[in-house]
């Protein structure tokens, strides 16, 4: 079965809410098919399963946004072991990191604010800046 074939077959035959269809829908579409082309699923192997991880990570997706990734690509290929597609799901075994580097973030944008705040202190600047970092921290 090519993977296009597996993608349709998933969408068409799965409960899901209309939301989560339209999601998986827009990564099939952008994330997965200008990857792996339409391969047959067979073909597909842990090392490439590896590939489109590391090329996700070069390409500055966020950790938290590429396990959604593979973890949605394994669903796709667990539906196909389910239906005899496919004997073994090749995202299995596949070392991937999960957590988000925000925590080593804020420890060093809070020593980047305190010094950026330094050098405006006492400064017709202070205000400005204290306000801009305000904001930009809240959209986190």
Request: glycine share 2%.
């Given at each position: 079965m090519k993977l296009y074939d597996l993608f349709e077959a998933y969408l068409e035959n799965k409960v899901l809410a209309e939301s989560t269809k339209r999601s998986l829908e827009g990564d099939i579409k952008n994330?997965?098919?200008?990857?792996?082309?339409?391969?047959?699923?067979?073909q597909i192997t842990m090392d490439d399963i590896c590939k489109f991880i590391n090329f996700?990570?070069?390409?500055?997706?966020?950790?938290?946004?590429?396990?959604?990734?593979?973890?949605r690509l394994s669903a796709f290929f667990n539906y196909a072991i389910e239906r005899n597609l496919l004997v073994k799901n090749p995202c299995k075994n596949v070392n991937?990191?999960?957590?988000?580097n925000v925590k080593?973030?804020?420890?060093?944008?809070?020593?980047?604010?305190?010094?950026?705040?330094?050098?405006f202190k006492n400064?017709?600047?202070?205000y400005m800046v204290l306000?801009?970092?305000?904001?930009?921290?809240t959209k986190m």
């Open positions: 994330v997965y098919k200008p990857f792996f082309r339409n391969i047959e699923i067979e996700k990570k070069a390409t500055c997706v966020k950790n938290v946004t590429i396990y959604g990734y593979y973890r991937i990191e999960h957590t988000s080593k973030d804020l420890d060093y944008s809070k020593h980047y604010i305190k010094e950026l705040l330094k050098l400064t017709k600047f202070y306000f801009d970092l305000h904001t930009r921290i």
